[in-house]
């Protein structure tokens, strides 16, 4: 052998032995790490509670409302219009002024009337002398008829001549009567207290029965609400009231109260008085009026306003902050916290709301407990910890709640 193969081989064998040392301990390495991972795994820890805010089941008989839109309306409109034709002296009232009962409005030129008047009472004292005159003769004739002194003719024709006198002057009162209204109804007065419209015709204009109508007068206390129910919500009522959902009274036990535009409520509460007979063919709505006192008159007329109607019942409704409901793919859903302390989802068929809370049709029970707060960290078999207790899940508030639904207002 060589000195060079020598070497060569030596070579190789150095470089074998140093290859063998850094498999070795790049082995040793991975068995330490090893080693160390298995010493530091630790046993899983228990997830701790998740706090939430809770509240309880309480099924209570729960008062609501519902609205409808609709305007007010006079209670009693009058036109005033003139009676007779002639030339209009003057207007009396303020236009848009409150006007009471018998209070002047317009004035006639009442100078025609007057002598009118004047020449039938001349004519009914003339026939009231015609009329003396005849029984006087009728007087006469009797007693000489009786001797035989005058025929029968002429009793008859003294007779005839008292009766004729007589309706003559019937004739002549009833002319002064007609003149005497006719004098009177140049003095144009309201029938009804209520707010005055502007005056249609103006001073010194010629009435006739063309442009007889003056102004209207509109009554406001009391006032009407007109507002009209849908065919639908008569039917939902009903079926409600069917599966023991909803309590109504008779139609005259209901309270009406206005709501107006700024929200705030009129103080005044109504009754209904008026019930169509028949739906309407072209709206498809049962037209219903509601009767308010007004008495300062700060509703009026056209008006338009929300008609909340009190008086219905939902029994052992349960009632739901929004918040505690949820919804998923498969609906509605809340969790519950059961006997063990754990949480698990519910479903449940949800009804009307107001504001912030959901009536409950079904899915809960009295007594269980339902997460108000912290639903987002919830898991089914989590472990609940109750920090807070709300209020009770029914009808807490002694206020009627305003229930929404189809024509009924409500917060989209």
Known sequence: MTMFAFQQACLCDAVARKASWYVLIWLVLVLVLLAGCKKEEAKPQERPPTEVSVIKITPRDTPVTFEWVGPAQSSHQVEIRARVNGFLEKRVYTEGSLVKAGQVMFRQDPKPFQATLDANKGALAQQQARLQVARDNLTRVKPLVELNALSQKDLDDATGADQAAAAAVDTAKANVQQAQLNLGYTTITTPVTGFSSYARVQ??????????????????????????????????????????????????????????????????????????????????????????????????????????????????????????????????????????????????????????????????????????????????????????????????????????????????
């Open 203 to 412: 001073d010194g204009a010629y009435i006739n029965p063309e442009n007889s109508l003056l102004t209207t007068v509109e009554q406001v206390d009391p006032i009407w609400v007109n507002f009209s129910v849908s065919e639908n919500e008569l039917l939902a009522f009903r079926t409600e009231r069917e599966k023991g959902l909803l309590r109504m009274p008779t139609i005259d036990s209901y309270e009406v109260e206005a709501v107006l535009a700024d929200g705030s409520v009129f103080p005044n509460k109504g009754r209904i008085t008026f019930a169509s007979a028949s739906y309407n063919q072209q709206t498809g709505t049962f037209l219903l009026r509601a009767t308010l006192p007004n008495h300062e008159a700060v509703l009026r007329p056209g008006q338009f306003l929300r008609a909340r109607v009190l008086g219905m019942i939902r029994p052992k409704a349960i009632l739901l902050p929004q918040k505690a409901v949820l919804k998923g793919a498969q609906g509605h859903f809340v969790w519950v916290v059961d006997k063990e302390g754990k949480a698990a989802n519910r479903h449940v068929e949800v009804g009307p709301w107001y504001e912030d809370k959901w009536f409950i049709i079904d899915g809960l029970a009295a007594g269980e407990t339902v997460v108000v707060n912290g639903v987002m960290r919830l898991a089914p078999g989590a472990p609940v910890k109750v920090v807070d207790s709300v209020a009770k899940g029914a009808a807490a508030e002694a206020k009627p709640t305003q229930a929404g639904g189809n024509g009924q207002t409500q917060k989209k």
